[in-house]
C-alpha cells in the first residue's frame, strides 16, 4: 500500500480552502465554546455525501441531500449545540435561513451551500442568533481555521479531530483534509457524528461518490461504541481541482492511491471517534475471518461488538469468550460450533468451539491493555470483515442518565 505524508492543516490543508469557527451561544449553558462552522472553497467543488440511515432523519440532513445531488458547491454550514431533528417544517425552514444566511454572505447560491448540525434533537433553532454568528463566522474564515471548525462541530467530544495527507498523482501534489466529531451514538451505519472531508483532486463527480461510498464502508461504518444510530449522521466530501493533476476516474492508473488515501483518512477519524467514546477505557478490534461471505463475517463481529454483555466483560478485564460465543451464535450468521477458534492478541481462547489449555491469566492481561484484537475464525469460507469497538463503562451510564 502506498504511504502518505500527514501534514499539518486539517480540512485547509488542500489548495483553495478556508474554515473557521465562532461562538454563537445556541445552546443556552454554552458561554464560551465555538459552535457554529463555515468551510468555503475558493472555486466551486464538486460534492459527495453519505447519510444516515435511520429512518428518522434531521431538517439539515434532508436539506442536504437535496443540495449534494447539484453539479456544483463552494460551502459547508455546521453547527453544534442543536440537532434541528424532529422539528417539523419549522426546522427545514430554518435549515434554508441558515443555507441563505451563509450563501448571502459568501456570494453564492443557496443551491451551493451544504448544512449539518449536531446536539440535542426535539429542540427549536434560535436562528436569529445562529443567523448573527453565521455574518460573523464568514468574516472569520481563514487558511488556519481548521482547528476552529473541528471545535465547533464537537458536542461530547473531549478532543479536536483533524487529518490531512498530501501525495503525487502523475507528479502533481494531491491533499485531502478532514475534521469530524463523534463519541456517543456511534453504530456501524454511521453515527452520531459528522465529517466534513476537502481535497484539491481534480475528479468527476460520479467517481467522488463511488470513493466515497468505499471509504465510509470501511471505517464510519465499521466502528460502534453504544449501537445507537443518530439522526444527524453525515460525511461531506468537496473536491475543487486546484491540484490540476490528470482527472481521476476508476479508470486512472492512479486512482487506487486516491481511494487509498481516503480510505486513510476516513479510517484515522473512526479511530478517534472510537478512542473518544463517551466514558470508554478500551478500544477493541473485532476481527472475523473465514465466513462464508463477507456479510456474515460483519454481521457476526457487529453482534460481538454491539452486545452489552461482551462490553461489560471488556470494562471488567475479563475474557468471558463465553459471551463471544453467544453473540457469534445469535447473529444470523452461518456459523458451526465445533469449527469456531477465538483469539485474543493472537493468544487461542478457544480452539474447535472448546476452550483451549491457554492459561486465563494470560488472557486476562491482555483484556486488561487499553488496546487489543480479538480474531475470530469460523473456518466456512473466506468472508472477513473488521469492526473497532469500545468497552462499556460505568461513567457511559453516568454521563447519558440525562442530557
Request: hydrophobic content about 40%; some cysteine.
Amino acid at each position: 500500500m502506498e504511504k502518505f505524508t500527514e501534514i499539518k492543516g486539517g480540512i485547509t490543508a488542500p489548495l483553495g480552502f478556508t474554515a473557521s469557527g465562532i461562538y454563537a451561544g445556541i445552546k443556552a449553558t454554552n458561554k464560551t465554546k465555538r459552535d457554529i462552522a463555515v468551510i468555503f472553497s475558493e472555486v466551486p467543488c464538486v460534492a459527495a455525501g453519505k447519510f444516515t440511515t435511520n429512518q428518522v432523519k434531521a431538517a439539515p440532513v434532508k436539506v442536504s441531500i437535496k443540495n449534494v445531488k447539484n453539479k456544483q458547491a463552494y460551502a459547508i454550514i455546521a453547527n453544534s449545540g442543536n440537532a434541528n431533528a424532529c422539528t417539523g417544517v419549522r426546522g427545514v425552514e430554518d435549515a434554508k435561513k441558515m443555507i441563505s444566511a451563509t450563501a448571502k454572505a459568501l456570494g453564492v447560491k443557496d443551491s451551493e451551500v451544504l448544512i449539518c448540525s449536531t446536539g440535542r434533537i426535539g429542540v427549536f433553532m434560535p436562528i436569529q442568533k445562529i443567523e448573527e454568528g453565521i455574518t460573523k463566522a464568514v468574516k472569520k474564515l481563514s487558511r488556519n481555521g481548521s482547528k476552529d471548525a473541528a471545535e465547533a462541530i464537537m458536542t461530547s467530544d473531549s478532543c479536536k479531530k483533524e487529518v490531512a495527507l498530501s501525495f503525487q498523482i502523475n507528479g502533481k501534489r494531491v491533499t485531502i483534509g478532514a475534521i469530524a466529531k463523534g463519541a456517543g451514538m456511534i453504530d456501524p451505519n454511521m453515527a452520531t457524528m459528522l465529517c466534513f472531508i476537502t481535497t484539491d483532486a481534480s475528479i468527476d463527480k460520479k467517481s467522488l461518490d463511488r470513493a466515497l461510498g468505499i471509504a465510509v464502508e470501511q471505517s464510519f461504518n465499521s466502528i460502534t461504541v453504544d449501537g445507537d444510530m443518530s439522526t444527524n449522521d453525515t460525511v461531506l466530501l468537496l473536491a475543487n481541482g486546484l491540484a490540476e493533476n490528470e482527472a481521476l476516474t476508476p479508470a486512472h492508473p492512479e486512482f487506487s492511491k486516491f481511494q487509498n488515501a481516503l480510505n486513510t483518512i476516513t479510517r484515522k477519524l473512526a479511530l478517534m471517534i472510537v478512542a473518544d467514546g463517551e466514558g470508554i477505557s478500551r478500544v477493541v478490534e473485532v476481527v472475523v475471518k473465514g465466513a462464508s461471505s463477507h456479510r456474515d463475517a460483519k454481521l457476526a463481529a457487529e453482534s460481538v461488538a454491539n452486545s452489552s454483555l461482551v462490553k461489560c466483560a471488556w470494562c471488567g478485564g475479563d475474557p468471558n469468550w463465553g459471551r463471544i460465543m453467544d453473540a457469534i451464535g445469535y447473529s444470523s450468521a452461518k456459523i458451526k460450533e465445533e469449527c469456531v477458534d477465538i483469539y485474543y492478541d493472537g493468544s487461542c481462547a478457544v480452539q474447535n468451539g472448546i476452550v483451549s489449555k491457554t492459561p486465563v491469566e494470560k488472557l486476562r492481561k491482555i483484556v486488561k491493555k487499553p488496546r487489543f484484537t480479538i480474531t475470530i475464525n469460523l473456518h466456512l469460507g473466506s468472508g472477513e470483515h473488521t469492526v473497532y469497538a469500545s468497552d462499556i463503562t460505568e461513567k457511559y451510564v453516568e454521563l447519558n442518565k440525562s442530557e
